[in-house]
Nanobody, 123 residues
Framework: QVSPVESGGGLVQAGDSMRLTCVAS????????MAWFRQAPGKEREFVAA????????DYDDSVKGRFIISRDNDKNTVYLQMNSLKPEDTAVYYC????????????????WGQGTEVTVSS
């Protein structure tokens, strides 16, 4: 079992960069796939990016490909989301989630969730 806690959100301008951090306390972090989802006001929560337990499998939603980079440091029980060239449509609460081993793309596939960190991108 892991307990993710997100940090790093805030207010930025369009075109800026921001890095989100998720520290997952608990045992065997290295055996979990980690993902970032986001939920914009009035919208459903959506998949953003995920990284498998061995970090060999990484995937992104098309809306962030080429702009966002997900990475992990198993020694620190941490996963990162580097967000570049931010757009106003990236404004959302960003959630970190964990599931065993391989990545998934749907909320129900993830067992453990953080409380979220808010990102606001002004135009």
């Amino acid at each position: 079992q892991v307990s993710p806690v997100e940090s790093g959100g805030g207010l930025v301008q369009a075109g800026d960069s921001m890095r989100l951090t998720c520290v997952a306390s608990g045992h065997l972090f290295s055996t979990y796939a980690m993902a970032w989802f986001r939920q914009a006001p009035g919208k459903e929560r959506e998949f953003v990016a995920a990284i498998g337990w061995l970090a060999r499998n990484v995937d992104y939603d098309d809306s962030v490909k080429g702009r966002f980079i997900i990475s992990r440091d198993n020694d620190k029980n941490t996963v990162y989301l580097q967000m570049n060239s931010l757009k106003p449509e990236d404004t959302a609460v960003y959630y970190c989630a964990a599931r065993p081993r391989e990545i998934g793309y749907r909320q129900w596939e993830y067992n453990y969730w953080g409380q979220g960190t808010e990102v606001t991108v002004s135009s």
